[in-house]
């Protein structure tokens, strides 16, 4: 393996090599080494519902007695499709493996219903590995972003880009009327949690309906905001809506699901003699045992009071960083979106996300993520996130506290 690892972002853990895992249950794993750890990255939100949860395992085991793909539906597809209305309510979906496969089938939907070419994405967004957003603001204007490997056009050809927020830029943009759909998450995450600021999203609902773009809402790392994830906790109203990563508590699994207006649309652009060679779906997208995973994950896991247990345990994480930062006088900042949270090393929240960008110091966020490991805590790689399981416990959280004084101590 290059570097060592089966995907090569794994070189990025800090340290000379990553660990690599014998077992995880809950909100702890152990290495090859038999070493245990608190794990507050739980594998980027795709383990957000803690490691090996016995409902999904049970579900999954049941799952693989009976088959894992057929290319055909099962029954549980029907309950699943109704929760998502439900949680969401967009009244139709359809599934995909990754969320950047249902961000990509969206956009091409978007462009196919709209005839027009180009998407809008926010700076320094996060959508997975879509091409189009892989696109940031310079100088210069749009350009490719740093480390953007083999880009296939330049995303100024694609994409339109503005900043988090800068709504009379969203206004201009649009204006344009060659934009298909905008994609953006409803907080940012992946640049450190970037909040919209009150009115922000009616600003955008509003200029998308008004320029005849379609607003998509990714909700794959923002579904930690409730069971609805920040779409139903803020009533936002999506034309379409995308998530993955935690549905079926880490087995492969993503959804799309679009509003009456949209499905009609779909339907009649699409032809049944084509839709198999349309560049939409995948072999094993809708698979018996994905969507059983995501069954006992929206039924058993990912409910209600998960959310009322872990939301508040994030909190309590956030003041205990909140209160060290205080004690010694650093320039840092934390900020929460419902069980997940995140300090920052700069003294005010950001506003989008090239002020957060300008913000990242990668010798100390490699500082601080080996001082947690080495002492027994997991954060996530890219960013200082936390994010809290129904498994964490509040003497997790404490003990977090106390590593992130003893790291923070040395540092001063």
């Known amino acids: 393996m290059p570097g060592g690892v089966p995907m090569h972002w794994m070189v990025k853990w800090a340290g000379a090599f990553p660990l690599f895992v014998e077992a995880a249950s809950g909100a ?5 080494d038999g070493h245990d750890y608190l794990d507050l990255c739980l594998g980027d939100t795709g383990a957000m519902t803690g490691h090996a949860p016995p409902a999904t395992v049970q579900a999954i085991t049941d799952q693989l007695q009976r088959g894992i793909t057929f290319m055909l539906p099962t029954e549980d597809s029907l309950w699943v499709t109704e929760e998502l209305s439900r949680r969401f309510g967009l009244p139709y979906w359809q599934t995909a493996l990754t969320a950047t496969d249902a961000n990509r089938f969206s956009i ?45 056009v330049h995303p100024a050809e694609t994409t339109r880009v503005v900043e988090f927020n800068d709504i009379p830029a969203l206004r201009r943009e649009l204006a344009h009327g060659d934009v298909a759909c905008v994609l953006t998450e409803p907080v940012m995450t992946n640049i450190g949690i970037v909040h919209p600021e009150p009115g922000f ?37 999506p034309d379409i809506l ?6 079926a508590s880490g087995i492969p699994a993503a959804v799309y699901g679009f509003s009456e207006r949209v499905a009609e649309r779909i339907r009649s652009r699409l032809a049944v003699d084509t ?35 872990t939301i508040p345990l994030a909190a309590r994480w956030a003041a205990g960083v909140s209160d060290v930062i205080e004690e010694f006088e650093l320039p840092w900042h934390v900020t929460q979106l419902g069980c997940r949270a995140e300090y920052w090393f700069c ?59 003893e790291c923070v101590e040395g540092l001063v």
Request: aromatic share 8%.
């Open 242 to 247: 995308t998530i993955g990563k935690p549905i």
């Open 275 to 309: 839709a198999d060679t349309g560049g939409i779906g995948g072999t094993l997208a809708g698979n018996a045992l994905s969507v059983a995973a995501m069954k006992a994950t929206l039924q058993q896991v990912l409910t209600e009071e998960a959310f009322d247990y």
């Open 347 to 405: 003294e005010r929240h950001p506003r989008n996300g090239g002020e957060a960008a300008r913000a990242v110091d990668h010798d100390l966020d490699r500082y601080m993520h080996l001082a947690c490991l080495n002492r027994g805590i997991l954060m996530t790689p890219f960013h200082n996130m936390a994010l809290i399981s129904p498994a964490t416990t509040a003497a997790d959280i404490d003990y977090h506290t106390d590593v992130f004084r």
């Open 108 to 152: 091409r939907l978007a462009r196919h219903v709209t005839g027009r070419k180009k998407i809008l994405v926010f700076n320094w967004c996060y959508h997975g590995t879509v091409d189009e957003t892989f696109a940031t603001l310079t100088e210069h204007g749009i350009a490719p972003r740093r480390g953007n490997v083999g880009p296939p």
């Open 28 to 32: 702890t794993f152990t290495d090859v």
């Open 201 to 237: 999203h009616d600003a955008l609902r509003d200029l998308t309906r008004h320029f005849g773009a379609l607003l998509i809402y990714d909700e794959t790392h923002t579904i930690c905001s409730g069971p609805g994830g920040y779409t139903r906790e803020y009533d936002l109203e």
